[in-house]
């Protein structure tokens, strides 16, 4: 996993939100190759072994055909990828686009339960895990999220409606429907796309205006 990402990764684990410290046995460049994140909050330890972040079991098992070019675009204008920097969620099958939509523009990417691993480089800022969640990764501040039909779990989308921030993208398939928080915006008979709505926030108190 390439260092830049321990900033946005969290313990999935159900308390206060906190960051993740990192230990290395192992880095080479930008990435950490062996070593483990640890959570300063429950002492949870999560090894990372050739470079991913090992949370659990991975669920299901899902395919992974070769992306073909038409359908990686199709992916980066389904999570509204305009401008460099932006952080992506891809789970499952979804993680085989990875390696190919860094080339489109250059993305954050957490790929969650990849089954063959993406070499990682330096100039690809990549984490790679597996049996985790949306919930591993910072609250609000997701870009764009892809479920692929394995990962598409009530307990998964609700992870993604937790991680995305307002106008965040989430892509599901079509026959799964969109949870509470996340509007439909287009689809096919494939895939269809949801846009996040507000972000709750903490109630901002209103200073009271003075009289006149
Ligand atoms: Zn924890």
């Given at each position: 996993m390439h260092l830049d990402l321990v900033d946005v990764l969290r313990c999935p684990a159900p308390h206060a939100d906190g960051w993740l410290v990192c230990a290395t046995t192992d880095t080479r460049g930008r990435i950490l190759h062996e070593g483990w994140l640890g959570c300063p909050i429950c002492q949870a330890q999560y090894p990372v072994r050739d470079g991913v972040v090992d949370m659990g079991e991975p669920i299901g098992s899902p395919s992974q055909a070769p992306p073909r070019d038409d359908d990686v675009v199709r992916l980066a204008a389904a999570l509204d990828?305009?401008?460099?920097g932006r952080l992506v969620v891809l789970m499952g099958a979804w993680a085989a686009y990875a390696a190919a939509l860094s080339t489109i523009v250059p993305v954050r990417l957490v790929c969650i339960d990849t089954m063959e691993s993406v070499p990682e480089v330096d100039d690809i800022v990549i984490a790679q895990m597996r049996?985790?969640?949306?919930?591993?990764?910072?609250?609000?501040?997701?870009d764009g999220i892809a479920l692929d039909a394995a990962h598409a779990t009530a307990m998964q989308r609700d992870a993604a409606v937790h991680a995305l921030r307002a106008q965040g993208r989430l892509v599901l398939p079509a026959t799964i429907a969109m949870p509470d928080g996340v509007t439909r915006l287009t689809g096919d008979d494939e895939l269809h796309v949801g846009v996040r709505g507000a972000v709750e926030s903490v109630p901002v108190s209103l200073a009271r205006r003075r009289a006149p």
């Open positions: 990828l305009v401008s460099p049996g985790a969640s949306a919930r591993s990764v910072a609250r609000g501040q997701v």
